[in-house]
C-alpha cells in the first residue's frame, strides 16, 4: 500500500500525504534509531457491526445525527435516499446493503449520516455524497506496513477500494470516494 492512497479522491496525492504528516508533526526518532516509519490519518467508518472501511480524513466533512430523509422511487437498492445538507440534496448510500448486493427489507434506523467530498477528475469542482452511518466514525493511524488484501465478501472491493489495510484485527478497505458515488453499482 502507498500512503498516497489515502489522498486519492481530492487534492495532491503525494503532496498532501505528506503535508499531512508533517502537520501531524515531524516522526519521532529515538536516540540512535532509525526513523518511524510514516503514517497518515484515516477515518474509520463503520458500515455494520464490526465491518469498517477507511477514508482519507480531508474527504470526510461533517456528521450528521438523524437527518430528514427524502425517499426517491426508483432509486438504486442501495440508495436510501436524499439529505439535505447545505442547500444541497445528497444521495444517501448505504454501504453494507451494497456490498451485499441486494435490498435490506428492514433498513436499520438511520441514526448518523456522514458527508463526503470527492472529486470525478483531479481539479474539477468538488461533490458531495453521504452514507448511512449506524456508528460513530473515528481516527486512525496507517503505515504501509499494515498492507494487506481486499476482502472477499463483495464482488464490488476492486471497483470501489483503493487498497486496504488491516488495523487492530481487522481488514479495513480505503474507499475511493469518487468510484462509490459515480455510477449505479448494479
Excluded at 120 to 134: I, N
Excluded at 135 to 149: I, N, T, W
Amino acid at each position: 500500500m502507498n500512503l498516497d492512497m489515502l489522498d486519492l479522491p481530492v487534492g495532491s496525492r503525494v503532496e498532501a500525504a505528506r503535508l499531512d504528516t508533517q502537520a501531524e508533526g515531524e516522526v519521532e526518532v529515538a536516540a540512535g534509531a532509525a526513523r518511524a516509519e510514516p503514517r497518515v490519518s484515516a477515518r474509520l467508518h463503520e458500515y455494520q457491526r464490526g465491518a469498517f472501511v477507511a477514508f482519507p480524513a480531508h474527504t470526510t466533512l461533517e456528521l450528521i445525527e438523524r437527518p430528514p430523509l427524502v425517499e426517491v422511487p426508483g432509486a438504486p437498492y442501495y440508495c436510501r435516499g436524499l439529505i439535505q445538507w447545505q442547500g444541497r440534496q445528497l444521495p444517501l448510500l448505504d454501504l453494507r446493503t451494497l456490498l451485499r448486493a441486494y435490498p435490506d427489507e428492514h433498513p436499520p434506523v438511520l441514526t448518523h449520516v456522514l458527508v463526503l467530498a470527492y472529486q470525478r477528475v483531479p481539479r474539477a469542482p468538488l461533490e458531495y455524497g453521504a452514507l448511512s452511518a449506524p456508528a460513530l466514525v473515528r481516527m486512525a493511524e496507517v503505515a504501509d506496513s499494515q498492507q494487506c488484501g481486499l476482502p472477499t465478501s463483495s464482488d464490488l472491493w476492486p471497483w470501489i477500494a483503493t487498497s486496504c489495510f488491516a488495523f487492530e484485527g481487522h481488514v479495513v478497505p480505503i474507499i475511493d470516494t469518487a468510484r462509490l458515488f459515480a455510477r449505479p453499482h448494479t
